[in-house]
């Protein structure tokens, strides 16, 4: 390729419609690193999901993408489900509390002999 002169006038003499103009490419060229960037960063991370859907297939940006948002959406139904499991055996937990006090509390106003208000209170912690 040949040697080419370009003059370039001094930022100062450009007006700012001319240096859009001119940094447009440089902008857009850094924004599509980024995405190139995270795109790579992503296809690393999840790597080993790929390989288990797709294995040696090169993927192109989208299936990549797609692939990413699919595993995202499993992870955040797994997680509401695992959120679910717990919270719902919490509130056993705290139901059934609830009704041990409420029985510790029938018991005592009661008067049942206490060899039977031991038994019971004895069969509810197990």
């Known amino acids: ?6 003059f370039m006038e001094p930022d100062n003499l450009l007006t700012p419609k001319e240096k859009n103009k001119l940094r447009k490419p440089v902008v857009e060229k850094m924004r599509r690193d980024r995405i190139n960037s995270s795109i790579e960063q992503l296809k ?6 790929f390989q ?10 989208a299936d990549i993408l797609e692939m990413t948002v699919s ?9 509401m489900k695992r959120s679910f499991h717990k919270s719902s055996h919490f509130d056993f937990r705290e139901g059934y ?19 039977t208000q031991t038994k019971l209170l004895s069969h509810f912690q197990k």
């Open 97 to 115: 509390s609830r009704c041990l006090q409420e029985a510790f509390h029938f018991l005592s106003l009661h008067k049942v002999r206490t060899e």
């Open 52 to 61: 288990r859907h797709q294995p040696n297939s090169k993927l192109e940006k």
């Open 1 to 6: 390729m040949a040697p080419s002169t370009v």
């Open 44 to 49: 690393l991370l999840l790597e080993k999901e």
């Open 71 to 79: 595993y995202l959406k499993q992870q955040s139904q797994l997680q």
